[in-house]
C-alpha cells in the first residue's frame, strides 16, 4: 500500500504542476492493482474535473463514496462536478452531507456559497462564505468572493474593500515588485505604471481610466496585451501605451493595476467618469470597411458575436449558443454579419436562419492588429448584439449601439436588474429571467428589433 501511496502522491505533484493528463495516466494505473482503494478513484475524479470531463468525474466520485460512503473530500467534490452539469438540488445535498461529516470543512462551505450564487440566491451565498470565513478569517478567496456579490449588488464601498483581497489569492501578479503600489495620494506631477490585470474585456473597459488620471496631473504609462497594442495606440488620449511584454527599463513613482484604479477612485454606479467613446479604429480602416460592406437603404446591419473565452470559469452561463439568434434573421430589413472569431465559429456549419450570416475573411484583424479590422467593422454596423465577452466591451467603449444578453447571475460589473449601463450609455442589457433561459431574452429582442426594423430611421433607446 506504501507504494501506491508514492504513486498517488506524485500523480498529485503532477497534477498540481499542471500536468493533469500525465497524473490521470498514472492514477489509473494505481486503479488497475487497487481498484478498491477510494482515495484513487477521488484522486481521478479530480483530474477528469478539471480537464471538464464533469460526466466521468462524477462517476469516479460515486465509486469512491461506494467504497467509502462517509467520505466528506469526495462528497464535496462530487457536489462540484454536479454543480457544472446543472444537477443544483443534488450538489447541493452532497455539500450539506460533507459538513455534517465534517463541520469546519471550509472548501465545502465554498462551494455551497459558489453553488447558491450561481443560482442567483445570492443571500445565502453570502452566507455560506461568512461561515467559511469563520472558519478561516484569512481566507482571501472567500473575501474576493463576497467583494463579487457586493459589487454585483451595488454596494461599491463594501465591494471594493473585499475585493482587494484577490491579490493574496495567489493567481494575479503584479508586474513588478520594485514599484510601490498606489494608496490613492495626489498624482499630480508623478509618473504611475496603469497594467492590465484580467483579461482583454477588463483592460479594454477600464483603460478609460489612464485618460482619468492624466486629466489629474499623472504622467501615466499603461503596459497592456500585446494584442491590443495598435487598437489602443489608435487612442492617444489615453497616453503611452507598450505591451506588456517588454521589460520594465524606466522609474515610476507608482504602479496600478487598472481595476485597482477604479478602486481607488472610490467609483460607483453614480460617479463612473469617462461614459463617451473613449477609443477607436483607424479612420482609414473605417473607411475601408464602409466601402466593401455597402449597405442597401432601408435596412439594418447587425453584427453579431456569441462567444467568450472557454477557459472562463462562467462560460457556460456567459455565452449563448449560437441558435438562439436565428429567429431574429426573420425579421424584414435586416442583413446579419459575424463578428465571432476563433471558438465558437464553428457553430456557423450548423446556421440554419431565414437569413444567411455573413462571415467576415480570415485575414481580419491579422494585419493591422487584434481587434483593429473588427472595430472598424462595427462602426458600421447599426446594431451589435453579443454575449458578454470582449466585444461587448469594445463596442461599448467605442460609443456603438450594443445589445448585450446576459445569463441569470451577470458579471458584477452589469449590476443586477437594470436594462441600462452606467458604464457604456450606448450598451442595452437584456436579462436572464430563469438560469438558463435564452429564450426569452431572445424574444424580447425579436420583439424591440422588429418594431426598429419597420422604421430604421427611429431606432430604440438607448
Known amino acids: 500500500m506504501n507504494a501506491f501511496r508514492q504513486e498517488l502522491s506524485r500523480g498529485w505533484q503532477l497534477h498540481q504542476a499542471g500536468q493533469i493528463q500525465q497524473a490521470e495516466a498514472i492514477y489509473r494505473r494505481v486503479l488497475d492493482q487497487t481498484a478498491q482503494d477510494p482515495n ?8 477528469l474535473h478539471d480537464q471538464r470531463r464533469y460526466q466521468e468525474s462524477v462517476a469516479a466520485y460515486r465509486t469512491a463514496l461506494e467504497l467509502q460512503p462517509e467520505f466528506p473530500v469526495a462528497l464535496n467534490n462530487l457536489g462540484n462536478s454536479l454543480r457544472y452539469l446543472n444537477e443544483l438540488d443534488e450538489a447541493d445535498a452532497c455539500f450539506k452531507q460533507a459538513i455534517e461529516l465534517k463541520p469546519d470543512y471550509l472548501n465545502a462551505y465554498k462551494n455551497r456559497g459558489t453553488l447558491h450564487v450561481w443560482t442567483g440566491d445570492l443571500e445565502r451565498g453570502r452566507q455560506y462564505y461568512q461561515r467559511a470565513l469563520e472558519i478561516n478569517p484569512q481566507e482571501a478567496e472567500l473575501h474576493r468572493n463576497l467583494g463579487v456579490i457586493y459589487l454585483l449588488q451595488g454596494d461599491f464601498e463594501a465591494g471594493w474593500r473585499e475585493y482587494r483581497w484577490r491579490w493574496k489569492v495567489g ?47 499623472a504622467h501615466t504609462t499603461v503596459y ?128 440554419s436562419a431565414a437569413r444567411p450570416i455573413e462571415t467576415l475573411d480570415p485575414s481580419v484583424d491579422q494585419s493591422s492588429g487584434a481587434f483593429m479590422d473588427t472595430a472598424a467593422i462595427m462602426q458600421t454596423m447599426d446594431l451589435v448584439i453579443t454575449s458578454d465577452t470582449s466585444i461587448a466591451h469594445l463596442a461599448g467603449a467605442m460609443g456603438v449601439r450594443t445589445w448585450i444578453g446576459l445569463g441569470y447571475v451577470p458579471d458584477w460589473r452589469w449590476l443586477l436588474e437594470r436594462d441600462d449601463s452606467p458604464w457604456y450609455p450606448t450598451v442595452r442589457l437584456f436579462r436572464q429571467q430563469r438560469m438558463g433561459d435564452w429564450d426569452s431574452v431572445f424574444q424580447q429582442m425579436h420583439a424591440e428589433l422588429s418594431q426598429w426594423a419597420t422604421n430604421p430611421q427611429q431606432p430604440p433607446s438607448p
Open 40 to 47: 484513487a478513484w477521488c484522486y481521478l475524479g479530480i483530474s
Open 171 to 217: 493567481d494575479l501578479h503584479r508586474p513588478t515588485q520594485q514599484i510601490p503600489v498606489w494608496n490613492g495620494d495626489s498624482l499630480q506631477g508623478k509618473s504611475i505604471l496603469l497594467t492590465a490585470e484580467q483579461g482583454l474585456g477588463d483592460t479594454l473597459h477600464f483603460v478609460r481610466l489612464a485618460r482619468v488620471l492624466r486629466d489629474a496631473g
Open 224 to 351: 497592456c496585451p500585446a494584442s491590443l497594442l495598435a487598437l489602443l495606440q489608435n487612442s492617444p488620449e489615453l497616453g503611452p501605451i507598450y505591451p506588456n511584454s517588454l521589460a520594465l527599463d524606466r522609474r515610476f513613482d507608482w504602479q496600478c493595476s487598472l481595476l485597482d484604479v477604479a478602486d481607488r477612485l472610490q467609483l460607483n454606479a453614480d460617479n463612473i467618469p469617462d461614459q463617451g467613446p473613449y477609443m477607436g479604429p483607424a479612420e482609414n480602416l473605417t473607411t475601408f470597411w464602409r466601402q466593401r460592406l455597402p449597405k442597401p437603404p432601408g435596412e439594418l446591419r447587425i453584427g453579431i458575436a456569441w462567444q467568450g473565452n472557454p477557459d472562463h470559469q462562467a462560460d457556460i452561463f456567459r455565452s449563448i449558443p449560437l441558435r438562439h439568434f436565428e429567429p431574429l434573421t426573420a425579421i424584414d430589413n435586416t442583413q446579419w454579419y459575424s463578428l465571432q472569431q476563433g471558438f465558437g465559429s464553428e457553430q456557423l456549419q450548423q446556421w
